[in-house]
Nanobody, 123 residues
Framework: QVQLVESGGGSVQVGGSLRLSCAAS????????MAWFRQVPGEEREGVAR????????SYRDGVRGRFTISVDNAKNTMYLQMNDLQPEDTAMYYC????????????????WGQGTQVTVSS
């Protein structure tokens, strides 16, 4: 049984930093595409960052590029999202996702999802 468990969310002030973690069991991250998504109540879930197993570097949505960094520690089977210079518009529930097949950040049909961790940024 696959489980993705996020942690590291919390409340920070504008300009602050958080590091989210996603620990996986039942799947091997190095054999899956991994990504972070976020969702605000009443809005659609949006892709934030995707690790890229094959080509070039990771992918980021506009607005977080340069502030967020996705990484995967294969030895720990854990994915991270380092978020710096947080802004109020980053407030959302953050989810990690995994899929053995290619999925883009615009695709919400990723196979596996975690339960989410809340990030709140206040001014």
């Amino acid at each position: 049984q696959v489980q993705l468990v996020e942690s590291g969310g919390g409340s920070v002030q504008v300009g602050g930093s958080l590091r989210l973690s996603c620990a996986a069991s039942g799947l091997i991250m190095s054999r899956n595409y991994m990504a972070w998504f976020r969702q605000v109540p009443g809005e659609e879930r949006e892709g934030v960052a995707r690790d890229n197993m094959e080509f070039g570097g990771p992918s980021y949505r506009d607005g977080v590029r340069g502030r967020f960094t996705i990484s995967v520690d294969n030895a720990k089977n854990t994915m991270y999202l380092q978020m710096n210079d947080l802004q109020p518009e980053d407030t959302a529930m953050y989810y990690c996702a995994a899929d053995p097949d290619y999925r883009s950040l615009n695709d919400r049909t990723w196979m596996y999802w975690g339960q989410g961790t809340q990030v709140t940024v206040s001014s």
